[in-house]
């Protein structure tokens, strides 16, 4: 995951909005993705966003992506205590869309 | 779909045994992937299949791990002999392509420790 970079850790209020920012390198990758991981847990998809696109947003999710700074970030609107766990990032690259991800970044929500 | 199944999903054995994990990706779903997850290294592809077919072993981290899909519903990854520094976790994953999207779905994983 060293080409995908993520800050390590989040700390939010309930209620607030969560940010989780990643760079990632490959300027070819098509999609980008955002997994979630609970404890115990395998990782579970969120969301994505083709590469063509500047935002997506899906209830409460809201993707951004900035190609030409090769960042993307995850927004959580009214963060609740059960959005806390690891969030990863990662892009797709290859024929068969292989994955690289970002080390993930533990967002804990303090009540 | 009951999604991607992996068995066991716990596995303590002692160094030098040899170890096989399972997988039973999502029906027709036609590329397959196996991930290690490390505190030190986070997550890395190890291998994936393509219609039951290894594609790139590139991951693998030496000979004595080995990975098979004898048929569109299962594979093994397994590793002979084992050895402390294997303990992880590791995922299975499926994706079936849906234009140019290859959305990946993960297994719980299999929590492997060596003693």
């Not at chain 1, 209620?15 to 098509?30: A, E, L, P, Q």
């Not at chain 2, 030098?16 to 592809?45: A, N």
């Not at chain 2, 000979?63 to 004898?70: E, G, L, Q, T």
Request: proline fraction near 4%.
């Amino acid at each position: 995951g060293e080409d995908v970079e993520q800050s390590l850790f989040l700390s939010v209020r309930e209620g607030d909005s969560s940010v989780i920012n990643c760079t990632y390198t490959d300027s070819s990758s098509t999609y980008l993705y955002w997994y979630k991981q609970e404890p115990g847990a395998g990782l579970q998809l969120l969301t994505y966003i083709f590469s063509n696109m500047d935002m997506k947003q899906d209830q409460r999710l809201t993707v951004l992506l900035n190609k030409k700074d090769k960042h993307l970030s995850l927004r959580i609107a009214d963060t609740q205590t059960g959005d806390s766990a690891i969030y990863f990032c990662a892009e797709s690259r290859g024929s068969a869309r292989q994955l690289t991800f970002g080390s993930g970044t533990q967002l804990t929500v303090l009540p | 779909d009951a999604g991607v199944i992996q068995s066991p999903r716990h596995e303590v054995t002692e160094m030098g045994q040899e170890v096989t994990l399972r997988c039973k990706p999502i029906s027709g779903h036609d590329y397959l992937f196996w991930y290690r997850q490390t505190m030190m290294r986070g997550l890395e592809l190890l291998i994936y299949f393509n219609n039951n077919v290894p594609i790139d072993d590139s991951g693998m981290p030496e000979d004595r791990f080995s990975a098979k899909m004898p048929n569109a519903s299962f594979s093994t990854l397994k590793i002979q002999p084992s050895e402390p520094r294997d303990s992880a976790v590791y995922f299975c994953a499926s994706s079936l392509r849906k234009g140019g999207n290859y959305e990946q779905y993960f297994g719980p994983g299999t929590r492997l420790t060596v003693t």
